[in-house]
């Protein structure tokens, strides 16, 4: 990639990244005998679904924007699971979905009269709630005590409600194909009773399996026991991150170093809670191409910070080579999935744009934002 011909700042994301990690994917789901579809919330961005439908026939969506997101860009019918859904717009949500699932059994309820009203067939769906996540950092976890996500098993009272086709579980995040095995455990444990009688169940996301620690023949051999023990069900697998995973970056350039009390900072044209608000929220840290993450010994050290005029939107020093200055380009690493989707543009600062580097090295900038774009975000 030449920095000099990218605009700042710009998410790139390189095709010939998100094609190999499709290719794994598809490969998964081919080998496991299961329909792995592409989640919305993780990887929105909608210029790239052609190459996405190459290898993927379907997709998720969480709200009646990515239901029609889906239609339109996906070409397909979403697998549609939200929280909770709006009266008013639940009439368009099913026009735009295959499956539904709730979140609770009163709102499969309130709505299995008009699914059965509906011309077209609607495949419907229970979220449930195993009990037990690998996630640690609570923000993430929807399997703690209390959690609004998901029925547990005592709420059944050890009967299916009538109509309903499938389950579906999401406790994963960035996860192993080992967790996967372990909630498997407390799924069957807890909800093997309804299996006879379903068609489909949904494993949700976090299974990232195109991460190079990732143990792909563990999955694929956890996903054909599962088929082999409940081989009358449509087993569906939804990550968000694996499918864009270490696809592309986020490229910023340097305005102004500030120096305070022996702190230098290097104040970037993007902000890390309106551009890539996952670094404050989860938190992490981000990786930064050609530094140290932790300050190294006789080497420049800068924090770097964001734009927006939140005290907090920096990260803590990074080691570089050579001292920063004005004009230079600094690189986001990985910053496709999860990161575009939770963008903002608080202040009023500038969105970066979006770009495709495509297998020939040419670069496509597929969408430029301005002064419109944040004005009607308000009223």
Known sequence: MDLKKVPSPCFVLEE???????????RVQKAAGVQVILAFKGFAMWSAFPIVREYLSGATASSL?????????????????AVAYVPKEFGQVMKYSSHITFNSLAQYKR???KLAKHPE???AGIRVNPGWSPVGTALYNPASPGSRLGETAENFKGQLPEGVEGLHFHVLCESTSYDLETTLQHFEKQFGAFLPSLKWVNFGGGHLMTRKDYDVEHLISVLKAFKARHPHLHVILEPGSAIAWETGVLV???????KNKGVKTAILDVSFTAHMPDTLEMPYRPRVRGAQEEPEAGKPAFRLGGVSCLSGDFMTEYSFDTPLKVGQKIVFEDMIHYTMVKTSTFNGVTHPSIAILRPDGKLEVVR?????????RLS
Not at 16 to 26: C, E, G, K, V, Y
């Open 111 to 113: 709505y299995k009269g």
């Open 65 to 81: 924007n990515e239901a029609r997101l889906c239609f339109e860009e996906m070409k397909t019918k979403s697998h549609t699971y």
């Open 368 to 376: 430029k934002f301005g002064y419109v774009d944040y004005k009607r």
């Open 16 to 26: 010939t990244l998100l094609r190999r990690n499709l290719a794994l994917i598809d």
């Open 252 to 258: 910023s350039t340097v305005l102004d170093v500030v």
């Open 121 to 123: 067939p609607i495949s």
